[in-house]
Structures are given as structure tokens and as C-alpha cells.
């Protein structure tokens, strides 16, 4: 491994911790200003952290190399570890009494956004910490976004393929320069935020609630200032509703979003992965609202407005839940269930397998099948318009298998430290997709994961960033060629 990339992804890493450190000291103001001695512990956290990242960037600061595959694999990982360490560090030395295992896990699942908690009297806690969880959420979904934009095209994992289908035209590029690109991108996610806490103020949640929770919507995560989740404001339909479109808004590729709103690109949503989204999360929202109005005897339009909350919330992996929807009959137990693993778009803040896969599966067998019939013909797999290479296919093929393996390991690994079957899997697969809440009186939309031991949470941290990271970005540093000089 060349010395130099190792000093690269050292500089960068320890210049994104010294802007992290920054963030630490929005909290600790807020705990000043409300007078919990919690300011103490983001502060030092803040001087902490600033000072060593400083002083790390100092020691590595130098040109960097050309950026190619292996530089772009390392600093992934190691700027994902960084965060999720150094994001744990206020959570462990705050008030609240946490174990390491149960800190990294809640910063793991900020920073992935995937909304997963170990934390109990959420409407009791300080201010400060809820807002640090929620500004990780909305700093992972910046993150999540400029990977699967700017990072995983280029090292032709997961997000590159679609990527590379979106760009492959000059005239198709959202924008010629990536600067131009960054701004935009920036501009319209801060836009949604504001948008997002105006509305959910206005609908009548109170300003610091609209804030937390307008930061993790956007983010597609699902941390809440309230135990109870939006279900704190269940009988508020206009909540419900609000929530739901910027879940929606969210899940949608940040590049469609950016040429929509910059230059009024309406044809950008003709995108396939967008209507095969839009498409199966309007179908399982009506089945699951009209099958809760007829087994349940609820008023049919209460019972679609929490159906589509509650299911735009698991395909978009944003995590909230308005109700306990395992109380709503088997059949809604198995959407859920299913729902879980499926997700949003490539490009946005969403998680699990993505939409565009779907695209391109469905596709590969149509054609596969088709070749059955008439086997010297030729049947190329289709992305709209464009053709999709060996490669894309090979690799969208490539992450459906290590995404099922790891479930059933995963899940192996959980009943083994003692945990039930439907609580094993339905926890691995929500890690895995970075969805939120899992299925059973543990883990449910109603639970959370704070009586889970640290082992299994030390798993379930793990197969958070294996999601984030779509797998294949970790697993490559675990084979021997990678360190090779």
C-alpha cells in the first residue's frame, strides 16, 4: 500500500473529523441556553476531538495522489469508521448512561440514517442530545448522497451503475462542473429542510420539535424527539401527510430533484427507478390502507393516511412509525416485512436494495427468458432508453447475493446470542437496509433496541455500515489484491 494514499485518506479524514468537531458545539449552545450541564460534555467532546483532527491534518497535509479505485475504497471506509466513532463520543460521555456498544450503535445509526435507537424517555431527555442526533442523521444524509453521486460512480459499486446510466451523454449531466454540481446539490437539501421544519411547525409541532424532526425526514432517518415517533401526533393528519411527501421528495435521486427544481427539467422523472418506486410504494399503501379498513373496521381515509405514512416511511428507510402496525393483521405484518428490504432510489438518502435493481433484474430475465425461446437472437437489458453493459448487470446480481447471504448470516449470528427467530430477522434485515424499526414486541414500530446486548448490537453496528456502504465498498478491503503495492 502506498505510503502517501495512507497519508491522503489520514488528512482527509482528520479535516472532515475538525468540521465535525464544529457541529459538536451547535448542542453544547443549546444546553447552555436551557441550562443542562450536558454543554459541558459537547464542549470538551468538541475541543477534543478539533484538537487532535487538527493536529493530525497538520502532520499529513501534502499533495494528494491521483484519485484511483483503491484511494476511493480506503477513505470511504475509514471516513464512515471516523464518523461513527467520533460521532458516539458526546452520546457516551453524556448524562444519559450508555454502554460504548450502545453509543457507537446509536451514532452508527445516525450517521447511516438509519434510525434505529437504544435510547428510552426520549420526551425527557436534554435538548442537546436530541439535537446531535439529529444533526448526524442530516449530516450522514449528506454524506449518503455525495457517495452515491460523486464516489460510487467512480468505483462502479452500487449507486455507480445508475449513475453511470444517468451521465452517459454529455447533454444528460446535471452539470458540466462537479463544484457547480456540489452547490446545487447543497442548496436544494437545505432548501427541503427549511421547507420540511416551516411546514411542520405550521401543522403544529413546536419549534424544536419541527427542527429534529424536519432534520430527520430529509435524511430519510428516523430518530424522534418522542418515544412514541410520530405517533405522538397520530390524531394530526396534517403532520402525517407533511411527513409522508418529504419522505416521498427524499427518496427520489438527488440529481432528478437538482435539475427539477435548478433548471425545471420535468422529462427527469420519467426515470425508471422513479416510477417503478413510486409505483410499488402507491400499490402496497393502498393493499395494506383498505386491508386495515375492512379487517379493522377503521375509517378508510384514516386508515390510507396511515398506511401510506407508515409504508413511504419503510421504503424510503426513513424509520418513523404513526402506529403499531403489527396490531393490523397478519397480511400487514408480511408487507412490512417485505417492504423493508426494498427501498427507494439510487442517489438519494434512502437504503435498502433500491428500485433501479429492480429495473435491471427485471429486465436481465425478461431477456434471459426471451433467449430461451429464440436462443441466437439478440435481447439487450434495457434501462429506458439505454443499455445496460455485463458489468452493471454482473454487479446488481452481485449485491442481491452478498445482501441475502449476509441476512442469513446475520441472522444465524443473532439467534446464536439468544434472540428469537422473528426478532433475528427482522432485526438484521432493518441494520442491513438501513430501515429503522424491525418486527416483534422488541424491535417493533412500538420497541427499540435498548434491551439488546452489546454483542448483538456490535452486529447490528457492523451490518449498518455493510448497507450504507453497499457491501461491496467494505468487503473489497477484506481481499488480499486490495493491499498489495
Known amino acids: 500500500m502506498n505510503a502517501n494514499l495512507i497519508r491522503s485518506v489520514i488528512y482527509i479524514t482528520a479535516l472532515c473529523a475538525l468540521y465535525l468537531s464544529m457541529a459538536m458545539f451547535l448542542p453544547a449552545l443549546v444546553d447552555l441556553y436551557y441550562g443542562h450541564r450536558d454543554w459541558q460534555v459537547f464542549a470538551l467532546s468538541g475541543f477534543l476531538v478539533g484538537g487532535i483532527a487538527g493536529a493530525a491534518a497538520l502532520a499529513t497535509r501534502g499533495p494528494p495522489p491521483a484519485f484511483n479505485k483503491r484511494f476511493g ?41 438509519t434510525g ?107 430518530f424522534s424527539t418522542h418515544d412514541a415517533s410520530f405517533a405522538f401526533w397520530k390524531d394530526n393528519q396534517a403532520i402525517l401527510v407533511i411527513c409522508t411527501i418529504f419522505l416521498t421528495i427524499s427518496s427520489l435521486p438527488f440529481s432528478v ?15 425508471p427507478q422513479i416510477m417503478v418506486f413510486l409505483g410499488y410504494l402507491g400499490g402496497i399503501a393502498v393493499a ?28 424510503s428507510t426513513g424509520g418513523f412509525s404513526s402506529d403499531d402496525y403489527t396490531l393490523w393483521g397478519p397480511f400487514a405484518v408480511m408487507l412490512v416485512f417485505f417492504a423493508s428490504a426494498m427501498g427507494g432510489c439510487s442517489g438519494s438518502t434512502s437504503g435498502g436494495i433500491k428500485s433501479y435493481r429492480f429495473v435491471v433484474m427485471f429486465n436481465t430475465a425478461r431477456a434471459g427468458i426471451n433467449k430461451l425461446i429464440y436462443p441466437n437472437a439478440i435481447y439487450p437489458v434495457r434501462y429506458g432508453a439505454l443499455i445496460v453493459d455485463a458489468d452493471t448487470q454482473r454487479g446488481v446480481f452481485l449485491f442481491l447475493g452478498l445482501f441475502l447471504f449476509l441476512w442469513v448470516l446475520g441472522s444465524l449470528g443473532m439467534t446464536l446470542l439468544g434472540y428469537d427467530v422473528v426478532t433475528s430477522f427482522s432485526g438484521v434485515l432493518t441494520c442491513l437496509a438501513n ?10 414500530p412500538v420497541g427499540n433496541f435498548s434491551t439488546i446486548s452489546d454483542p448483538a448490537l456490535y452486529l447490528l453496528s457492523l451490518l449498518m455500515l455493510l448497507g450504507r456502504l453497499e457491501i461491496l465498498t467494505v468487503l473489497v478491503l477484506l481481499t488480499p489484491i486490495f493491499w498489495r503495492h
Request: glycine share 10%; net charge neutral; proline share 3%.
Open 73 to 113: 475504497f480506503l477513505l470511504v471506509n475509514v471516513l464512515w469508521l471516523m464518523f461513527s466513532l467520533v460521532g458516539a463520543i458526546p452520546l457516551f460521555l453524556a448524562e444519559y448512561k450508555t454502554s460504548f456498544a450502545q453509543a457507537l450503535f446509536e451514532s452508527i445509526s445516525g450517521i447511516t440514517t
Open 116 to 222: 434505529s435507537t437504544i435510547m428510552v424517555g426520549l420526551d425527557k431527555q436534554p435538548p442537546g442530545i436530541l439535537l446531535w442526533r439529529s444533526l448526524l442523521c442530516w449530516l450522514g444524509g449528506i454524506g449518503i448522497v455525495g457517495l452515491g453521486l460523486f464516489v460510487l460512480p467512480f468505483l462502479k459499486v452500487g449507486g455507480a451503475s445508475i449513475f453511470k446510466l444517468e451521465s452517459t451523454e454529455t447533454n444528460d449531466k446535471p452539470f458540466a462542473r462537479l463544484a457547480s454540481f456540489t452547490r446545487a446539490f447543497l442548496a436544494v437539501y437545505i432548501l427541503l429542510t427549511i421547507a420540511c421544519t416551516v411546514a411542520y411547525d405550521v401543522a403544529g409541532m413546536s419549534h424544536f420539535d419541527a427542527l429534529n424532526h424536519a432534520l430527520s425526514t430529509v435524511a430519510t432517518a428516523g
Open 257 to 271: 430533484l437538482i435539475l427539477l427544481a435548478m433548471r425545471g427539467r420535468l422529462d427527469t422523472l420519467r426515470d
Open 288 to 315: 395494506l390502507g383498505v386491508y386495515h379498513h375492512l379487517r379493522n373496521s377503521v375509517e378508510l381515509d384514516d386508515a390510507l393516511i396511515h398506511s401510506f405514512f407508515n409504508i413511504a416511511s419503510i421504503l
Open 435 to 444: 430501515v429503522g424499526p424491525g418486527i416483534g414486541p422488541i424491535i417493533g
